[in-house]
């Protein structure tokens, strides 16, 4: 289901912060919980014959990650980060 809030959001991120012109392209780098925000956003780039190139990350994931090297020898830690 689109929520109308984020169509008009995406709407205003593109055409008034963005000033983003047909041809162009953008990146998206957001975790998985604004994937509703992602996808207006995607709509409204197609709609304007933009592209948009999409990273998405999970905090919940790279926080566990974090603390699994954290716990962890202080070596492999440095190493990791």
């Known amino acids: 289901m689109r929520d109308p809030r984020f169509e008009q ?4 991120m593109l055409d008034h912060s963005l000033k983003i012109r047909r041809g162009e392209a953008f990146h998206i780098s957001a975790d998985l919980c604004a994937l509703p925000l992602v996808k207006s956003l995607l709509r409204a780039a197609a709609q304007r014959g933009v592209f948009a190139l999409v990273d998405f ?5 790279s ?12 070596d492999k830690t440095e190493a990791f980060l």
């Not at 990350?57 to 994931?61: D, G, K, R, T, V």
Request: proline fraction near 0%; charge should be negative.
């Open 9 to 12: 959001l995406a709407g205003l």
């Open 57 to 61: 990350s999970c905090q919940e994931a």
């Open 63 to 74: 926080r566990l990650l974090y603390e699994t090297y954290q716990a962890g020898d202080s």
